[in-house]
């Protein structure tokens, strides 16, 4: 069964057609969207995650319409996304940050934050706990860190956290744009590895990721979408991609 799919989906920027009439599906797997640049990668993203409103056709998201549906929106019904740039808070802590991503979770509202300030707490410590059991599965050092702002924390740990953030909420879908921009091979392979490991951890995360790096899609995806020009130019699994003469023309620009 699908988990999230969209049909026809569409956006216009004036004349650009930046996502044109684009057929996906995704069930419970990770999918690798690629396509040179401009092709209309993190437009999609940004249609699935409702920063942008499509022109035409449907977002179905667990046999639900969200077509429209805002950011907050989808967020809470369980798809969530990283950014393809830093969008932490710098001057909040690590843990303020992660905190951010469960506000959507949060049930309490201010006027039982005055009148029942033990529960108020008591979820506020659930949410902390949630926090720390993630950094640490990212990195045990981070744990110690948690107070720390994000200014003092190295940028691979920087991009855990935004996948931490992404991640608490326990989304059904995750968004990942670029995950390993800007850091070294090393690095690039830690977060492959701490990637693969919440896959492992909690199989019904279905992810979505957007990466230049074909050794990364190669390594974790079990299948690949392909844009050009805003169309979907090929589905399948990594090996028929690499030989689709489409593809190949789209790259080398022939
Ligand atoms: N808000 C916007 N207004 C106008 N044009 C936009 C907007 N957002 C994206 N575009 C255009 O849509 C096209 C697709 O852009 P998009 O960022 O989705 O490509 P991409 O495949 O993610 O590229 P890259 O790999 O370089 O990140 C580009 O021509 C871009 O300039």
Redesign the pocket.
């Known amino acids: 069964m699908n988990v999230m799919q969209t049909e026809a989906l569409t956006i216009n ?1 004036g004349g ?1 057609k ?1 996502v044109d009439e684009v057929d996906f599906a995704i069930g419970d797997e990770v999918i690798g969207l690629i ?1 040179p ?8 993203l940004n249609l699935v995650s409702g920063i942008y409103k499509p022109t035409g056709g449907k977002i179905v998201f667990e046999q639900r319409d969200i077509t429209g549906a805002g950011p907050d929106v989808v967020r809470q019904k369980g798809i969530a996304r990283t950014f ?1 740039t830093n969008r932490l808070c710098l001057n909040l802590s690590v843990m303020d940050n992660i905190l951010l991503g469960l506000y959507s979770r949060q049930k309490a509202t201010w006027w039982q934050a005055i009148l029942q300030p033990a529960r108020c707490r008591r979820e506020m410590a659930r949410d902390i706990d949630d926090g720390l059991a993630i950094l640490h599965h990212f990195n045990p050092a981070l744990v110690a860190r948690a107070y720390e702002p994000v200014t003092a924390i190295p940028l691979i740990d920087r991009r855990r956290i935004e996948i931490a953030r992404a991640i608490v909420g326990r989304p059904r879908l995750l968004l990942l744009d670029e995950p390993t921009a800007g850091l070294n091979a090393e690095e690039t392979g830690q977060i492959i590895g701490d990637i693969g490991r919440i896959r492992q951890q909690d199989h019904r995360i279905s992810m979505i990721i ?1 990466e ?1 790096d074909m050794a990364v899609i190669s390594s974790i995806c079990q299948r690949v979408v392909v ?1 050009n020009a ?1 169309r979907k130019i090929a589905d399948d699994c990594f090996g028929e991609v690499c030989k689709n003469e489409q593809v190949r023309r789209a790259y080398l620009g022939g």
Do not use: C, E, P, W
Not at 37 to 44: D, H, L, P, V
């Open positions: 920027f650009l930046a396509g640049n401009g092709s209309g990668k993190t437009t999609f393809q957007i230049h844009l805003g």
